[in-house]
């Protein structure tokens, strides 16, 4: 029989719904001879200490046994910049009828190719803490970047033998791995205040020219709730705390809002002793469509 030269973007979906020549191009970028993986949140710590800038003060860091970090391991302090918050402006995404997908696609290539003489950092951790949900995400940046890696590691969890251990029971999705390639040293002509490239069906997503750590962790979180999404779970950027009372049932309250209006401080409230509370998570969780039943994303700082 004969054989088919080429094929059109929508052939090559409905053959593999999980090919995007978007993620192809994301993707492989982490199997480059330039990229090093780390392997543990000791090796990212002692990484992060050694980034032009950085501040090792000498305030401890309570269980750095629990956390993985070497014994000993004092508090970290970097100034990133003019930037503190998340730059929406930059945020493209490729599945949106109002981008143009193929242009997208090809400032992808260049910026990526921009940044091939760079040494780049690796990690993967898990996004999920419950095996009804456990997402596995891989991460790059450039080396000077260790800084935010910890961060990130830290953030979400690390993926060690105890977490693949949990990993291997959990639900399974039809779902390919999340990709998240980071360069704030790269700036694309075209968006010279920062360009994010998400394909959230084909869960990767690339960020250039923009330091600031939120981009990776919402960046992150994004594709995740994208997947929650898909598979009956409603997203949810907020707080959960449970209030006990000895005369009826516990009740859980969620608390929703945009960044900075007062979430963290009405999930940690604890009105003065008068209610028996427990803080069950403050940032990113999905609830179940099926069963109203809730899974962190991410074991956060304020936990």
């Not at 052939?11 to 780390?38: C, D, Q, W």
């Not at 953030?155 to 999705?173: G, I, L």
């Not at 750590?213 to 994208?226: I, S, V």
């Not at 809002?257 to 028996?276: I, N, Q, V, W």
């Amino acid at each position: 029989m004969s054989t088919k030269e080429r094929y059109s973007q929508d052939e090559l979906r409905k053959a593999n719904p999980m090919f995007s020549r978007v993620r192809a191009t994301i993707e492989s970028a982490f199997y480059g001879n330039n990229v090093h993986e780390v392997t543990s949140v000791a090796e990212a710590y002692n990484l992060a200490k050694k980034q032009s800038g950085v501040i090792v003060t000498d305030l401890p860091i309570l269980h750095t046994k629990e956390l993985g970090l070497p014994q000993g391991a004092t508090q970290l302090v970097y100034n990133h910049g003019k930037i503190l918050g998340r730059t929406a402006s930059a945020r493209h995404f490729t599945d949106d009828p109002k981008e143009d997908a193929e242009a997208l696609a090809g400032n992808l290539r260049e910026d990526i190719y921009a940044g091939h003489e760079q040494k780049y950092l690796k990690a993967t951790v898990l996004v999920g803490l419950d095996p009804t949900f456990a997402v596995k995400a891989h991460v790059m940046m450039p080396e000077d970047q260790a800084f935010n890696l910890l961060s990130y590691i830290l953030n979400f969890h690390f993926f060690d033998d105890e977490v693949a251990e949990m990993y291997k029971k959990s639900k399974v999705y039809n779902e390919p791995d999340i990709y998240f390639y980071f360069d704030p040293n790269v700036t694309d002509p075209d968006y010279p205040k920062g360009l994010g490239v998400f394909d959230a069906p084909h869960n990767c997503a690339a960020v250039f020219n923009l330091r600031y750590f939120g981009e990776l962790k919402k960046g992150t979180l994004t594709l995740a709730w994208a997947i929650a999404h898909r598979h009956g779970y409603t997203a949810c950027h907020g707080g959960e705390k449970s209030f006990h009372f000895t005369d009826k049932d516990d009740k859980v309250f969620a608390f929703y809002g945009l960044s900075g209006s007062g979430k963290s401080t009405l999930t940690h409230e604890m009105y003065d002793g008068k209610y028996d509370i427990t803080v069950l998570h403050d940032d990113a969780f999905i609830i179940s469509r099926e069963d109203g039943s809730s899974v962190a994303l991410e074991p956060s700082y304020f936990d």
